[in-house]
Nanobody, 127 residues
Framework: QVRLVESGGGLVQAGESLRLSCAASGRSFSNYNMAWFSQAPGKEREFVAAISRNGGATYYADSVKGRFTIARDSAKNTVYLQMNRLQSKDTAVYYC????????????????????WGQGTQVTVSS
């Protein structure tokens, strides 16, 4: 069973940046695609970004394309989300997730494709 621990959230002004980190325990980290999701109060959990096992492929929600960057460091078992030009609409709890299927071809964007979730980290953007 994987354990994911997110960090790096906080309160920032619109236009500023944050970098979220997600540390994964367990072996075989490099066998799994990883993703970030967000959940604002009263809303469904939404896909933000995903990265392939080797980091060679990434995919983003339209709302963050060009502003957010997902990356991974397999030596550290860590996934990152660099968030630039933050907007008030980005305010949410951000969750790291591990794909339910090892060695999956292609990047999934629905939450039911992921079975390992962290506890989340709060990002609040004031305008």
């Amino acid at each position: 069973q994987v354990r994911l621990v997110e960090s790096g959230g906080g309160l920032v002004q619109a236009g500023e940046s944050l970098r979220l980190s997600c540390a994964a325990s367990g072996r075989s980290f490099s066998n799994y695609n990883m993703a970030w999701f967000s959940q604002a109060p009263g809303k469904e959990r939404e896909f933000v970004a995903a990265i392939s096992r080797n980091g060679g492929a990434t995919y983003y929600a339209d709302s963050v394309k060009g502003r957010f960057t997902i990356a991974r460091d397999s030596a550290k078992n860590t996934v990152y989300l660099q968030m630039n030009r933050l907007q008030s609409k980005d305010t949410a709890v951000y969750y790291c997730a591990r794909d339910a299927v090892p060695l999956r071809m292609g990047l999934a964007t629905t939450s039911n494709a992921y079975d390992g979730w962290g506890q989340g980290t709060q990002v609040t953007v004031s305008s």
